[in-house]
């Protein structure tokens, strides 16, 4: 299976005089993009926690309105003051960790963990290429994101709290907030936008120029295609929330009316500014990335999975072209659905059926690429590993979240179901039981590669099925919850509907007390994925030291130049110089002498 | 270990690295942009009135002239590299940042000149007839009057503006920067010498009337809060202004250390004056679009 024996002279005398470049270089200041990448992923992974525990402290909340929050309530009254008096949260508090919640798990979690940290270790490996094109620029990239990443989480700590205009920053209400939570938002995320910005010219360039001799677009496995092409939506949709964002950044700090309109009123009183600006302005430019940036969230982990499945199905993928094809559609087309956000704006019929049009267009390359995922299945001789389990669970707990989006895409259809809890429901079980468990079964494939060994089986089991059951239990009623009516923004969770109302219980229009109890179950149902997450984090770290050692390089006997590579790859990544052969997929060929035929090794030579 | 294609292009794409990195990034570019003139299009064919003539002409071509020399001199710093000539490198590059650095003294001058020129806003209309008559005389209302039709292009509407016709535009005695009437009266102020804006057709300013601050609903210097046409204009000016120095850094960067980069890697100096020369023309094409729809419309 080797590629080549004659070893590359010059890379073997590089790596001799290597000499030790000290911890900070090597660690804090590399530029190196596998560190990178791991950097990303380890700091993306503690936001998802944080992320994850603000919304344990909402539903402690929102089952219990008005009581302390147990255990961390006395924490954040001592950490925040007032505003958890009595370790009660306030619903400005709640606000702040509403709209924290979404900002961190969108920029600082999942687009980090997906992108930047999956996309910077595997892409370049992939392609057979030594480094990214630009490895300093990467490394910018990432202070970019650590920076941005600091100033959210100070943001917590100022006077008034952080941001509580949600993760979509409505203006006015945004702007009028009497607080510097907005303004610390903005600029963490010029900060965050700057990072995307750099590490998506950094993946399109890597993969058009270092792409290693005999890596033709064709011959490029699946994830390395979605990684480009998300890099292109990142490259292309995020300046102008950038420039959104400087707009109402001058809004807040120099009081200019870019977004607020003429004869604005606030608590009765005219507001002191010029006027003449556009809330709806707001909207469109924040959509025109709010959208694709949906696809940067579920393209990568459609990515991971067709490699888990792939490997583990022992078989090529389905129709690796279509899926291709369905990807480039998918990003191309993203970018005119954003005003299906904005139904009820009141933009007008013609308006709204042209972007009802394009949502629904889009969801047809979605549904091939989901179809090929368990096409792929079809024959295979599975191998029900922690990693094929979590891609396994993706495919129909995506599918529900991109099914019961359709009612949300048609205009009808969403005035009744717009900002209440079905909206929510639709969207976590597209990013978290969808993206976030392929994310998680990336972690468990790839792990092997970058510590040489592997993570538990056992507690990947339990921390999969408590996941999957946890899941389900906390989203599913949320769907109910929405179809009744109950809206997303209270922080009371919709007792407030049902108190005023005791005479109108059963009655469609008012919300039954079924449904707010349904709060309390969907906060245990919160604690027990919380506390499915323990054996995942106890992996991670124990696996490190006392997991399984891999028996070799290619552990997962894998056809991808990720796994032709030593374990873990050194600085420059390849020992021998990398001749690409053949497509990404070649399991099971027959004539072969194995079950799996990696990319680098050549036709073996017929018999005479 | 040695990135590929650092310097030498990969045959299949004719590129090296840095020459596709910084069309991606300008790619980006565009959209940051393309985002803020979208903003200017939608603010603009949304408003009642729309203010012409606030910037002079004359400054903004001459600025014009300036940045379009100086992608003219980058690219023959360019040139000269690839022929061989460092001393007309540096004699180019040295042009060009001068240029750079004109548009940018320029551009402050007016950032100035706007930061101390105010409107004032009265009460009602007849406070604001008592002061155009104390400002122009006679007939101050009909002068007020028509130096509000000539700035918002109202020569050809039937439409009258007289409830908006209360304000008055010239200097505050002392020239303040970013006065307002908040700051003012907590300067315990109750009233200020106001010089008005010369009528319309002459240069002559009127003599400074004082003008009480009771009087006042709103008072603003030419600055983002005036109106969304100023917050629009400084918005963008401004984050053009930063493209231009942080070009002119590299730039002078590439200038100052050519000699070291001659001796090192010619080929390399020349790629990275001809990405830095790029992103030139890029600042330099932003405010081709820039001057008419500021200056011009």
Sequence with gaps: MQATTTTHPQAAHSHEEHHDPGFLRSYVFSTDHKVIGIQYGFTALVFLMFGFLLMICMRAQLAKPGEAIPIVGKLLESLLGDVAKGGVMSPDLYNAFGAMHGTIMVFLAIVPLAFAAFGNYVVPLQIGAVDMAFPRVNMASYQCFAVGGVIMFVSFFIPGGAAQAGWTSYSPLATIIPTQGQTFWIIGMVFLITSSLLGAVNFIATVIQLRAPGMTWMRMPFFVWVQFVTAFILLLAFPPLEAAGILQLVDKVFGSSFFLPTGLVISGKPYDISGGGSPLLWQHLFWFLGHPEVYVLILPAMGVVGEVVACNTRKPLWGYKSLVYSVLAVGFISFIVWAHHMYLTGMGTKISTFFQTTTMIISIPSVIILTCLFMSLWGGSIRFNTPMLFALAFLPMFGIGGLTGLPLGFNFSDLHLHDSYYVIAHFHYVVAPGTIFALFAGVYFWYPKMTGRYMSETLGKIHFWGSLIAMNLVFMPMFFQGLYGMSRRMSDGGATYALANPANEGVVTALTSTVIKLNVFVTHAAVLLLIAQVPFVINVFMSMFNGKKVENDNPWDATTLDWQTPTPPPHGNFTKEIVVYRGPYEYSVPGHPTDFSPQNMPDPKPAK | ?297
């Design chain 2, 1 to 297: 270990m040695e990135i590929p294609h650092a310097v030498k292009p990969r045959p299949d794409t004719g590129l090296y690295n840095a020459k596709l990195g910084i069309w991606l990034f300008l790619a980006s570019e565009v959209m940051l942009f393309g985002g803020l003139f979208s903003a200017y299009i939608l603010l603009r064919v949304s408003s009642d009135l729309w203010p012409h003539g606030m910037v002079s002409i004359p400054v903004g071509t001459f600025n014009t002239f300036v940045l379009i020399a100086s992608s003219v001199t980058v690219v023959m710093s360019w040139a000269s590299l690839k022929l061989g000539k460092l001393a007309d490198f540096k004699k180019y590059m040295a042009l060009t940042i001068l240029c750079a650095l004109g548009f940018l003294s320029v551009k402050s001058f007016e950032y100035y000149a706007k930061f101390t020129h105010y409107d004032v806003w009265f009460k009602d209309q007849a406070t604001a007839q008592k002061y155009f008559t104390a400002a122009y005389g006679e007939k101050g209302e009909e002068a007020a009057r028509k130096l509000f039709v000539e700035r918002f292009h109202l020569q050809n509407t039937k439409a009258t503006y007289d409830a908006n016709q209360v304000q008055i535009a010239g200097h505050i005695e002392g020239n303040p920067l970013f006065a307002t009437l908040k700051k003012l009266t907590s300067a315990k102020k109750d009233t200020i010498q106001f010089t008005p804006d010369a009528p319309s057709g002459t240069h002559e300013h009127p003599k400074a009337i004082e003008v009480k601050l009771s009087d006042v609903h709103r008072l603003s210097a030419y600055v983002p809060a005036h109106s969304t046409y100023f917050a629009i204009y400084f918005t963008i000016t401004a984050l053009h202004g930063l493209h231009v120095l942080g070009g002119a850094i590299v730039l002078t960067y590439f200038l100052l250390t050519s000699d070291k980069w001659w001796k090192k890697n010619p080929e390399q100096l020349a790629n990275r004056v001809e990405v830095g020369g790029l992103f030139w023309h890029f600042v330099d094409l932003v405010w081709i679009f820039l001057f008419p729809i500021i200056y011009l419309l």
